[in-house]
């Protein structure tokens, strides 16, 4: 039977620089949209070569698992991300697409923010509530939606599901690209900003008192008013 067995072949470094970055975004180690280290700092946090590093990154890339923006570095993308956004991209100019993907939301988010209330650690509860406070000072709608999506994103990894941290991952992408069609150019409104804080602030203040009902309640509020307004095209968020 010898013939029937083959020796194992040693695994290249970049091979092994590959699978390790690869099992930390799959388990959402690294979150998608966050940026990894540079070249560089991964050829010294490996102590491999620079070339390595560079075949491995080519991998992910090629893979689908990051996506090298130039000037900018390198970021991790959602795994879900490319079915889910070439249906999104098909759907979005259906009429009934927004009300069905802030009901999809609906349906993610509270339960997030009820199993992020019990699974949150303390830094990340702190994480929530310093991401609140840059909301209170924000100056523009740019940033403030920034830190919308921030936050969201937060409480996601709060939960430690990396298969739900990948799925919302994908849906704030593409939430992001329709926001910023319909509120493109939109005034300041100071009340629809004070009432998006004070949601937030009701989220992240259920998940800081470990409470799962509050948290779930919170976010179904802030999603049904974030759905009505979006609803209506001059009445900014």
Known sequence: MEHLFK?????????????????LIITGKILPGQKIPPEMELTNLFNVSRSSVREAILKLECLGFVEQKRGDGTFVKSVTQAPIQDYMEEMTGEKDFLSGLMETRNVLETWAAATAAVRATTEEIQGLKETVREMENHQTEKMGYELNVKLHSQITSATHNPFLIHMMGSILTCISTITQKVYAGHPKNPKRKQELTQQHHCIVNAIANRNPEDAST????????????????????
């Not at 040693?10 to 099992?23: A, G, H, N, P």
């Not at 919170?218 to 968020?237: G, I, S, V």
């Open 7 to 23: 020796k194992i072949p040693q695994k290249k470094v970049s091979d092994k620089v590959f699978e390790q970055i690869k099992t």
């Open 218 to 237: 919170a976010m179904a509020d802030h999603l049904n008013y974030t759905l009505k307004k979006a609803m209506k095209p001059h009445d900014p968020l």
